[in-house]
């Protein structure tokens, strides 16, 4: 979960990054925040990935104690 939050945060503050660098026509500002937005979906969806196989191996452990 911490994941997923951290890489929210990444995405939030890649946005704000990329809309400065548009209504200040700072390329090098707008490319900078497209990259942290990407890499903060990424990590994001890591995030998701991670804590589903967590909750599908406790599932099977919970099976397996049954």
């Known amino acids: 979960m911490r994941q997923e939050t951290h890489g929210k945060v990444e ?3 890649g946005r704000v990054k990329e ?3 548009i209504v200040t026509a700072n390329k090098e500002l707008e490319r900078e925040g497209s990259q942290q937005r990407a890499k903060g ?3 994001e969806n890591l995030g998701k990935a991670r804590r589903k ?3 599908f191996v406790e599932g099977v452990a919970e ?3 049954k």
């Open 53 to 55: 196989v967590g909750e």
């Open 19 to 21: 809309a400065t660098g």
């Open 11 to 13: 995405e939030l503050k």
């Open 41 to 43: 979906a990424v990590q």
């Open 63 to 65: 099976t397996i104690k």
